[in-house]
């Protein structure tokens, strides 16, 4: 592998981590015309899901990470120092660090237990124009809010969310929650964000216990959140900052909106 196909694999680890699917990776590089390992640019979501879980990427760092302690029994254990670390193989250098790797792995996990939790199976697809997408749940049945577009009498357009599982059963209605203005989610978004970036100081302590404590995922999340809440606060809606940051958006038939961070943070309010 050369120095350009070493950053690509970089890259496509770190979108994965800002919240991109494997398929809009994809599509964002034949949009770049980044050249595949062939020359070609006809790069498919299959291909970069299988190089988020290839273990190849990480060197040999995990080979560092322990060492056979005693070859009679062949326990393994961490690597705590008492051995150098060092390179089984000098030309395999890591392309990706350990960390990260870890942290994609667990990533993966995450929204695969996502998908089941909240039954479906189109994570994150199309974030570019609908960031809350997959984002919005059902506090009452755990499915996911879709969006619905309502065109008035005098040509008034309005988006409002509402429970997926409405539809289901033949149509009958076996969820009855609220539906909620799209606008009304942009705003608790908007809001707990720069309840976040304008209080930096305040959630240092916070963020600084998840670095300490947290597992690979939840100190790589904390990292980004809070180098993009360093930024400042937010005027309007950035989709990008959502997909990077933002959990969910939990809504119960009292009205009651609970809004989740990646970095564990959360706000709730109260909508009519
Ligand atoms: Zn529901």
């Known amino acids: 592998m050369n120095k350009a196909q070493a950053k690509i694999v970089k890259r496509i680890y770190q979108e994965y981590l800002t919240g991109k699917t494997p398929d809009r990776i994809a599509r964002l590089f034949r949009s770049e015309k980044v050249k595949n390992w062939d020359g070609k640019y006809n790069w498919q979501a299959t291909s970069i899901d299988s190089m988020l879980r290839n273990e190849k990427y990480m060197g040999d760092t995990i080979l560092q990470k322990s060492y056979t302690q005693d070859f009679l029994t062949k326990k393994r254990v961490v690597n705590d120092g008492k051995l150098q670390m060092y390179h089984i193989q000098d030309d395999h250098e890591a392309i990706i660090d350990i960390d990260t790797w870890n942290a994609v792995q667990q990533e993966i996990a ?8 909240h039954r479906t199976n189109a ?23 879709t969006r619905v577009q309502y065109t008035y009498r005098d040509g008034r357009r309005v988006a409002k969310w509402r429970c997926a599982s409405t539809n289901k059963a033949g149509g ?3 969820c009855s929650n609220r539906y909620v203005l799209e606008e009304a989610l942009i705003k608790l978004f908007i809001m707990s964000w720069n309840e976040i970036a ?38 309007e809606l ?33 909508t009519e």
């Open 110 to 117: 995450r929204r695969e237990k996502y998908c089941e939790e």
């Open 123 to 145: 994570y994150a697809q199309l974030t570019e124009t609908k960031p809350l997408s997959c984002k919005v749940i059902c506090g009452e049945c755990n499915y996911l809010y």
């Open 172 to 174: 009958a209605r076996v």
């Open 198 to 235: 304008g209080n930096y100081d305040e959630y240092k302590d916070f963020w600084k216990k998840n670095l300490k404590e947290g597992d690979e995922l939840l100190r790589y999340k904390t990292k980004q959140i809070m180098a993009a809440a360093k930024k400042g606060k937010i005027k």
């Open 238 to 270: 950035d989709g990008e900052l959502m997909i990077m940051a933002m959990d969910y958006i939990k809504i119960f038939e009292s009205g009651r909106l609970v809004i989740r961070s990646y970095d564990g943070t959360e706000f709730e309010c109260e």
